[in-house]
């Protein structure tokens, strides 16, 4: 039988889990994976009033989400034998985020693993979600190593050169804000909502990309990212506006 991993994600605001299905990747192809399951909550409509997320009351929804994700990712995965008491006999292994993410909700995830691998006497595995989000697209396409890869999820953004699992090298990042953290302070300052990265990615395919000459975030000499003169260039922007 083929190796089946529940793993259980809690680094931000949103309470995740998964079953999924495969081997270890090959040392020179990314392939082999199959999602039995895949559970996610929420806490848009919670952070929404913030414009941003919230540690604290994070961690709180997550505590109150992580059982019922874990049960319906379960069952989703194996019918209606699965859920947690027929966990030994279904899954093979437990992973959940490591880091990096907010140090209360990775609590509760880390916690939640802890104790479904004690109690069914599981191999328990910390994942660093930067690492799965380079290594997620292997769970819908067959991908030879080496490969480049973007990432740019919440507070991070990063370029990767993955030579095989386990051997990469960071090529460039952001010495600033994180594209995601701009997307949302710029949806704040045009009044578009929270979160803000949908809706200007939308608008944005219907724009004018020469109307506004802004600063291109890349910085020359390098591989890496600067977002902070692009925030603040905005900012000017529609202070001239009158905004």
């Known amino acids: 039988a083929r190796m ?4 259980i994600e809690t680094s931000c605001d949103e309470t995740a889990a998964a079953v999924v299905e495969g081997a270890s990747p090959g040392r020179s192809v990314l392939a082999g994976f199959r999602v039995l399951s895949s559970v996610v909550s929420s806490q848009v409509r919670l952070h929404a009033a913030y414009a941003g997320v919230v540690p604290e009351l994070a961690s709180r929804a ?4 992580v059982c019922g994700v ?3 990712a379960l069952r989703e995965a194996f019918g209606v034998r699965g859920g947690m008491r027929g966990l030994s006999s279904d899954v093979s292994a437990v992973a959940f985020t490591r880091g990096p993410g907010l140090a209360g909700a990775l609590l509760v995830g880390k916690v939640a693993a802890h104790t479904l691998a004690r109690a069914h006497g599981l191999p328990l595995v910390g994942v660093n979600h930067l690492e799965a989000h380079a290594l997620a697209v292997g769970l819908a396409h067959r991908l030879p190593f080496p490969f480049l890869a973007l990432i740019v999820s919440g507070g991070h953004t990063e370029l990767l050169w993955l030579k095989a699992p386990g051997r990469y090298r960071v090529l460039g990042r952001t010495r600033d804000d994180a594209a995601g953290e701009v997307l949302d302070k710029a949806a ?4 578009l909502g929270y979160p803000g990265g949908p809706v200007i990615d939308r608008l944005g395919r219907k ?3 020469r109307a506004v000459r ?5 910085l020359p000499g390098s591989w890496d990212f600067s977002f902070s003169g692009l925030k603040t260039a905005l900012l ?3 202070q001239g506006k009158g905004r």
């Open 188 to 191: 704040k300052l045009l009044g």
């Open 236 to 238: 000017y922007y529609l």
């Open 207 to 209: 724009g004018d990309a």
């Open 62 to 65: 997550h505590m109150e989400s």
């Open 70 to 72: 874990i049960e319906s």
């Open 4 to 7: 089946k991993v529940l793993g």
């Open 214 to 218: 802004f600063p291109r975030p890349m």
